[in-house]
């Protein structure tokens, strides 16, 4: 499921960011998106040993670049809105 989410998100916020950094939005989409990046990075991420990860499509490194796009798409359409995504960051 998180893959599908990391995905949609990414392919989503190269053109449409709007929807992303409302004020009802966007706290929302910036925890969830430390919430994953926390779990890749920090300790958690011992926890997440996945037999057969092909299978499953289990690829925790381009999980991480797709992050870090999604964050670079709305910091950037954030500088022309009113901050408030980076602030939630």
Partial sequence: L????INL???TTV???RAFLL???VE???TML????????GPERKKLKVRNPEKYGWDPRKMLSQIIRIYLH???ADKDASG?????V
């Fill in 2 to 5: 998180a893959n599908v989410q």
């Fill in 9 to 11: 998100m990414e392919y």
């Fill in 15 to 17: 053109d449409i960011t």
């Fill in 23 to 25: 004020p009802e939005m």
């Fill in 28 to 30: 929302r989409i910036a």
């Fill in 34 to 41: 430390n919430y994953f990046l926390r779990f890749l990075v």
């Fill in 74 to 76: 709305l910091a950037r």
């Fill in 84 to 88: 408030s995504f980076v602030t939630a």
